[in-house]
């Protein structure tokens, strides 16, 4: 997904690229969110999921932070560590509670 960016009046303006079934998902999604009225703008809706998952990724976080790597005991999520690669060191594999999934 290759994209350019322009900066005006405090916008950062994005160029995206979707291929067809995704632009299609998100036609759809913006008219299927708001039944009866008119459709999110998809600049308007891709925004709005922008904040949600920002919304959702730091309560994962704050959530995962009462946590500590099992193998040099840094409070989590660990971002980087010599211990890497060990089983029982979060960067190994704690990644998988932060990353996106479908």
């Known amino acids: 997904m ?3 960016t322009t900066r005006r009046q405090n916008l950062l303006e994005l160029e995206l690229v979707l291929d067809e079934q995704e632009l ?3 036609a759809r999604n913006c008219a299927a ?6 459709p999110y703008d ?3 809706y891709i925004a709005l999921l922008i904040r949600q998952d920002d919304a ?3 309560g994962r976080i ?4 009462a946590n500590r790597c099992g193998k040099c005991g840094d409070v989590l999520p660990v971002e980087s560590c010599p211990c890497n690669g060990d089983s029982q060191c979060w960067v190994t594999r704690g ?3 932060t990353k ?3």
Do not use: D, F, P, Q
């Not at 969110?33 to 008119?38: F, I, Q």
């Open 56 to 58: 959702r990724v730091r």
């Open 42 to 44: 998809m600049s308007e």
């Open 100 to 102: 996106l999934s479908v």
């Open 33 to 38: 969110r708001r039944y009866g009225r008119a």
């Open 62 to 65: 704050k959530s995962i932070s």
């Open 95 to 97: 990644w998988h509670e």
């Open 2 to 4: 290759a994209t350019t």
């Open 24 to 26: 299609e998902m998100l």
